[in-house]
């Protein structure tokens, strides 16, 4: 009988990588478990635990699905169409929240366009550079590729939600990377980099944002006004000393000393109560996944699953940086989130999405042959 069932679930679950979702799981477990410690934030913790849910339903529906379809053009292209649109949209029927016009609400829940267009645009790039790895060195197709991952970029910019928008500009310069930019044009990339960014500080970035990047230059000039925020993270990273002040003590969090807890500052009301212990494990956590994926991605079918699972590495490396900096005091405030661990339903639903189309590749990767997949991408 038991033998019967270890059969049955080798079936139908082989293909899941147990110490990814493992990892992924236990960390969105430590973030609920941090939202819950509060008692007036107990609203995003039954949330959280309904996006868990729906999240985990994706994660094993996409894992059975055959994602060789994403390797055509049409469809890509299709995908990153309705993302323009949608994100139009947002302007016009978006909610606007702490002044940013960045979702459509649903009965108490929201949804963010910016947060699934980071797994578009991976799905894109990698379309993009497989079909093209071969004349990577010609510039002008870093540009062009550039073009596309810029339309979202100033779309997500211009809600204002620069945190979502440096993550897209971050996929597409990793992935621009590992798909094989020659050193001479390396320098070309850089340049761009600083000359959208100096566009960006002219015509794009509001006065709070700038003032968040000046604030990152002079962090303890104004503690009272633009860095209070980063003030008060990084006492409450430093309060967490070696063993935490447990479950629930966080004084930071729990007396609103810290705003954002659950979202932008969840990695300091983490490590305020756990520790450098429990942000120890926290690493851990996060290396084993990453390590995961990369692993993964070794063992794509096509260039095309490779360059996927690597822009999804990329996604969450930027992220777990970008938060963790911040939290700390060395990056400016960007509003950007922890994977998996902060509050918010539309990035734990990418998250695991991406994570389900990684084991969905997963299926096929083993049982193609990288020759015949390889011809039979071209013909496509």
């Known amino acids: 009988m038991g033998y019967g069932i ?11 990588d147990v110490p990814l979702f493992g990892s992924a799981l236990l960390i969105t477990l430590a973030g609920l478990v941090t939202m819950h410690s509060y008692g007036d934030a107990n609203v995003f913790f039954d949330k959280q635990l309904i996006w868990l849910s729906i999240s985990l339903v ?3 529906l996409f894992s059975f699905v055959d994602f060789r379809f994403l390797r ?33 609400n649903f009965g108490g829940f929201a949804v963010q366009p910016a947060e699934y267009a980071k797994l578009v645009i991976i799905a894109l790039l990698a379309k993009y550079f497989t079909r093209r790895h071969i004349e990577i060195a010609h510039i002008r197709h870093i540009l062009l590729s550039g073009v596309y991952a810029f339309i979202l970029f100033a779309l997500i910019a211009l809600q204002p939600d620069f945190g979502s928008a440096i993550m897209i500009f971050f996929v597409w310069f990793g992935m621009v990377l590992v798909s094989g930019i020659s050193k001479k044009h390396l320098l070309i990339v850089f340049c761009t980099g600083a000359i959208a960014v ?11 944002q700038k003032d968040r990047i000046l604030t990152f230059l002079h962090p303890l000039a104004d503690v009272r006004g633009t860095g209070y925020n980063a003030y008060q993270s990084t006492i409450a990273v430093g309060s967490g000393q070696f063993l935490g002040k447990g479950i629930g003590y966080g004084t930071q969090s729990k007396l609103q ?22 942000v120890l494990f ?20 096509t260039n095309f699953e490779t360059l996927f699972a690597l822009g999804v590495a990329i996604l ?16 400016p405030v960007t509003g950007v989130t922890l994977p998996f661990m902060s509050y918010g339903g539309s990035h734990l639903l990418t998250e695991f999405a991406a994570l389900g189309i990684i084991m969905g590749m997963n ?11 390889d011809r039979e991408f071209i013909g496509v």
């Open 58 to 60: 994706i994660f094993f």
């Open 257 to 278: 000393f810290l705003p954002e807890y659950e979202t932008d500052f969840i990695f300091a009301s983490f490590a305020e109560e756990w520790g450098f212990i429990g």
């Open 282 to 301: 926290l690493f851990i956590l996060f290396a084993v996944l990453l390590w995961r994926i990369l692993f993964l991605a070794r063992l794509g079918a």
């Open 316 to 331: 969450f490396i930027s992220h777990f940086t970008v938060h963790v900096g911040m939290n700390i005091g060395l990056l």
């Open 198 to 208: 100096l566009g960006m500080w002219m015509f794009i970035f509001a006065d709070y």
């Open 363 to 373: 299926r096929y990767s083993r049982t193609v042959h990288r020759d015949v997949a």
């Open 72 to 104: 055509r053009t049409n469809i890509v292209m299709l995908l990153f169409g309705i993302t323009v649109v949608l994100l139009i949209a947002v302007f016009i029927f978006g909610d606007v929240v702490k002044g940013a016009q960045s979702r459509f």
């Open 6 to 16: 270890h059969n049955a679930l080798r079936k139908y679950f082989g293909h899941i």
